[in-house]
């Protein structure tokens, strides 16, 4: 069955970095381009990087500049580097299978959730 299983959150303070991962399994992972998410508790889920079908990256305004996202097809894991963090990017940090992607697009299963991982920035 389908799993995303985020890791690397935890507690840093103003100005340092954390590297959030998601390992899937369960599917091709290359098929699915993947995305980065993060909610806070009344707010909406909102979208902080995802890769596009052709293999570019978006990246919401907040985050331009400081986040880097980077998928590796060969270890079924992809990655959010978050430098010079900000009190503001404190949140749970989910990632999802996004879009499918590529010739073998019929095997992702878009819209898979992971359970989430904390980030809290003081």
């Known amino acids: 069955h389908v799993q995303l299983v985020e890791s690397g959150g935890g507690s840093v303070q103003a100005g340092g970095s954390l590297k959030l991962s998601c390992t899937a399994s369960g599917f091709r992972f290359s098929s699915c381009g993947m995305g980065w998410y993060r909610q806070t508790p009344g707010k909406e889920r909102e979208l902080v990087s995802s890769?596009?079908?052709?293999?570019?990256?978006n990246y919401a305004d907040a985050v331009k500049g400081r986040f880097t996202f980077s998928q590796d097809n060969a270890k079924n894991t992809v990655y959010l580097q978050m430098n010079s963090l900000k009190t503001e990017d404190t949140a749970m940090y989910y990632c999802?299978?996004?879009?499918?992607?590529?010739?073998?697009?019929?095997?992702?299963?878009?819209?898979?959730w992971g359970q989430g991982t904390q980030v809290t920035v003081s």
């Open positions: 999802k299978t996004d879009r499918a992607v590529g010739i073998l697009r019929h095997l992702c299963p878009v819209g898979y």
């Open positions: 890769s596009n079908a052709d293999g570019t990256v």
